[in-house]
């Protein structure tokens, strides 16, 4: 099992990233994949969940309105569009594979496997 998470970068307040999450060693109607963060000298936090066969979505409040997650099942990737940045966003964001229950989805320590993350950067 392989997440590879991409599509980080710098941008400014206001703008927008899209992440990617390549998935590989599973089928993702089988898993669900959930975005997390963690900021320096912050705990990790969960951004948004997606379930594996429902596709049904989750969002912290702070994103809510401003990213979305969605897949692609026949590439195997899921994504986090992220629209009006601003700098409170800034962090390292990871995905996760996971079969966390619907009221828990942003606990980290239900999720089996992690990819490396990928650092985005938003300038005010």
């Known amino acids: 099992v392989q997440l590879q998470a991409s599509g980080g970068g710098l941008v400014q307040a206001g703008g927008s990233l899209r992440l990617s999450c390549e998935a590989s060693g599973f089928r993702l109607r089988d898993y669900g994949i959930g975005w997390f963060r963690q900021a320096p000298g912050k705990e990790r936090e969960g951004v948004s969940y997606?379930?594996?066969?429902?596709?049904?979505?989750f969002y912290a409040d702070s994103v809510k309105g401003r990213f979305t997650i969605f897949r692609d099942n026949a590439k195997n990737t899921v994504y986090l569009q992220m629209n009006s940045l601003n700098p409170e966003d800034t962090a390292v964001y990871y995905c996760?594979?996971?079969?966390?229950?619907?009221?828990?989805?942003?606990?980290?320590?239900?999720?089996?496997?992690w990819g490396r993350g990928t650092q985005v950067t938003v300038s005010s």
């Open positions: 997606i379930r594996g066969g429902s596709g049904t979505t």
């Open positions: 996760a594979r996971g079969r966390p229950v619907a009221s828990a989805w942003f606990t980290s320590s239900l999720y089996y496997d």
